[in-house]
């Protein structure tokens, strides 16, 4: 017996922000099991903004996706078919295979997920790579105190939620911005930060200005561009950047001028420090023990925003450059 | 009895390159001495880049000059005449009394240097706050190990040269890059780097690529600016920047954009550090022994560049921002 599934392919490098005729949804047929391997059926796709890069030919961190295969990344999935090994019939695994409905596999890169513990897409989000992201940059990077401001650029996506509720967590004052009216409610109704604003309707230092009266000891930054330089302006001395990532720039045809002022990292005693959550494994033990401790003490809230069908896998990546998504996005299938 | 002094003030605030207009030189008369009071006449006053920052009307680490006052900063003078106290005539002093040719103080402030130690203008540079800049900026933020690449920009400057040795002294491949071939030459000869070029003829990221086959671990940055994109871009992963000033950006007179690959540090995980010499005091007593060392031990040469007389004291610092100086700039009086 053998099985079908469709699978999302890199058909063309982007230049300027990704459009579907990069991609190609192809329709292939899955071999048999051999003895060890067990055929997965995915239900939740990760989409995330760091992929964008991966689609550029160029050495990084991550090699880039190869033209004419699968746009890896994310996934959970249900094991459906087991032929030894230890993956069992009914088992959930997350894996990095990415966009595709089912696949077949020995067991490497797949490690069992708990949907008791938390619901299956949180996996791809709070309690997954996000929430690693997210807790190693701001304890480990940021190493905020108690008291202090902690700023967050992209404050209603699946990383800056987590991160301002962790910076809470530490008693820390927190400001979040975010691209919509509904975000900034979000943020402060649920996620429970002390300021909130809309990029898209009050400018960055403006929004600073009124966000962060006593200026910004911590910034986790996942946007970049302007919003670095509207931060830089507003750092008190001795702060600290987590340097997560730089949407507003990833789509960019051109390099884009840094920010103006930089040279104030001297007088101010700044540090900015990037960081990949894959460096981080180390801290993987103590992540899931804090966010289970928090999420089973309702100490954490998350939002996903799900997209259906793997057809809609591109218009979900698509959506993260738009702002389409509050939290988490997934595609389920 | 009553004796007279020059002094240099702040006239007015410079836009863009300081000229001689902004300065005056003074003659005041110097008080009687009360009892505890000292009378100093100064030898060696120094001029520094970051001075160029405190001409500004502006908060930050250090007050602005005032308009109308002296040119505060390093100086090293002779006790000639001692009301008491802790210093008696013949004591040789530093103190951030300025540009004067002598002065009247009550002690605070003042500290006993030993001209059997180290000749006088080394207490303005290798054994003063430039030595201390080059140890704690490399050692403390740079964080070199044995065997990695450390880049020097303004490597032949009173900051610089001092880095480039310590970084030999621990074991690195040193590359800097300065503005003449006098100053490589002496980089090669005199300091013992591995690597050096002349930025004014060679174009950075090209002198880079060259001097620094292995990529950059660490960059100890006194210039900013297009020095600074092209070291981003050529930074191995977990590189680290110390950022200790931007001597090219000090005379614009709008701000600069940064560097268009500044997103280079998420990827490459860069740490980049922003620091201050009078934050580390606590260092002092690590720098003198390790220095002293090392001097005593003929491992750290160094240079001045001496101009003469207390009218000079302008065109020395002016001198600075078009890179008149091989190591440190200091004025005799």
């Known amino acids: 017996m053998s099985y079908s599934s469709r699978e999302v392919h890199l058909l063309s490098r982007p230049v300027g922000e990704p459009t579907p005729v990069n991609f190609e949804l192809v329709t292939i047929t899955l071999p048999a099991l051999q003895p060890g391997q067990v055929l997965v059926r995915n239900r939740y ?21 190869r033209l004419g295969e699968v746009m890896t990344g994310g996934a959970v999935g249900e094991v459906v078919e087991s032929n030894g090994g230890p993956f069992q019939a009914g088992d959930w695994v997350q894996s990095m ?51 202090e401001t ?13 991160v301002c509720q962790i910076a809470k967590l530490k008693g820390c004052y927190v400001a979040g911005s975010a691209g919509s009216d509904a975000k900034t409610a979000w943020l402060m109704q649920t996620a429970g930060v002390d300021a909130a604003f809309n990029y898209r309707t009050t400018p960055v230092p403006a929004g600073l200005a009124r966000s ?82 928090w999420i089973a003490a309702g100490r954490i809230k998350w939002e996903e925003t799900v997209y259906s069908g793997i057809d809609n896998a591109v218009p979900a990546f698509l959506g993260l450059f738009s702002g389409k998504n509050l939290g988490k996005m997934v595609v389920e299938i």
């Open 97 to 147: 295979h990415g966009w595709r409905e089912a696949f077949v596999s020995d067991g490497r890169g797949l490690s069992k997920v708990d949907p008791a513990l938390a619901p299956l897409p949180a996996y791809l989000g709070v309690m997954g790579m996000p929430g690693l992201t997210a807790y190693v940059g701001l304890l480990d990077m940021g190493k905020p105190q108690a008291g």
């Open 45 to 65: 796709l990760s989409v995330d903004p760091y992929m964008r890069g991966r689609m550029v030919d160029r050495k990084s961190y991550v090699p880039p996706f």
């Open 212 to 293: 962060c009266p006593n200026g910004i000891d911590v910034f986790f930054d996942n946007v970049g561009g302007g919003t670095l330089e509207a931060a830089l302006g507003r750092m008190n001395d001795f702060g600290r950047i987590a340097a997560c990532g730089s949407i507003s720039l990833y789509n960019a045809t051109r390099p884009e001028p840094g920010p103006r002022n930089l040279g104030l990292i001297v007088p101010k005693r700044l540090t900015l420090q990037g960081f990949i959550v894959s460096d981080h494994d180390d801290r993987m033990h103590d992540f899931y023990r804090d966010m289970s401790r």
């Open 150 to 162: 902690v700023y967050v650029s992209g404050a209603a996506g699946a990383v800056g939620s987590i």
